[in-house]
């Protein structure tokens, strides 16, 4: 089944606790992103990557870190979590180098930092 | 650059009424634009698209149509159903082509 995985699904940490959240997809897409959702904001993305060690900077880029080693993973590196971090988590991915195909989500992380 | 505003919500109507969810843009050039439906617990899915000015897009009885004249792509759907209780999002491709522009989402809630 064509699906974009991600883990973990929930997670409570606390401030300053490194954390990360994996992305994994099977439809050997070159676009990868990275996006937070919150209440009255919509979605904003964190990063994304066009390719294999191709990634760059979203709208809401600061306190977050990621990497593309391989095509089908794209992993989101909180360094030094903040409560500003809580917030439920979107990875998606899309074939071709940009977004005017279909963009497919995985089912989403929620994270708590306290 | 690109924006995308829609219509806040809840939304709500009773089950068969007609539906139309808001969307308007701004944008340099001739970008592509969308509706994304997220049920609750899950991830967004595409719902429809449009590539060009006057395409129509379609998918589950829904259907928005990109107005160049009017920078809009409302989403209509004759007869809802308790189970299109959702979040719809209209968004649109910005210049790059590297990023989506989100609208906030609308809220949909269809009573029985």
């Known amino acids: 089944e064509a699906q974009v995985t991600q883990n973990p699904r929930y997670l409570i940490t606390v401030t300053g606790k490194k954390l990360t959240v994996t992305c994994s997809q099977n439809m050997n897409h070159e676009y990868m992103s990275w996006y937070r959702q919150d209440p009255g904001l919509g979605l904003r993305q964190i990063y994304y990557?066009?390719?294999?060690?191709?990634?760059d900077k979203g709208d809401v880029p600061e306190g977050y870190k990621v990497s593309r080693k391989e095509k089908r993973n794209f992993p989101l590196i909180l360094e030094s979590p903040s409560p500003n971090q809580t917030s439920l988590y979107f990875c998606a991915s899309s074939p071709g180098t940009g977004v005017s195909g279909e963009l497919f989500f995985g089912e989403g992380s929620r994270l708590t930092v306290l | 650059g690109n924006s995308v505003t829609q219509m806040e919500g809840p939304v709500t109507l009773s089950e068969e009424a007609f539906l139309t969810i808001n969307c308007t843009y701004t944008a340099t050039g001739y970008p592509s634009l969308f509706w994304y439906v997220q049920y609750p617990g899950e991830g967004l899915q595409l719902l429809l698209k449009a590539t060009k000015a006057d395409d129509k897009g379609s998918n589950k009885g829904f259907e928005a149509t990109y107005r160049k004249e009017t920078t809009s792509f409302h989403l209509e759907k004759g007869s809802v159903q308790v189970s299109d209780s959702a979040v719809y999002f209209c968004?649109?491709?910005?210049?790059?082509?590297?990023?989506?522009?989100w609208g906030a989402g609308t809220k949909l809630i269809i009573k029985p």
């Open positions: 990557s066009m390719n294999v060690e191709v990634t």
């Open positions: 968004a649109l491709t910005s210049d790059s082509n590297y990023q989506l522009i």
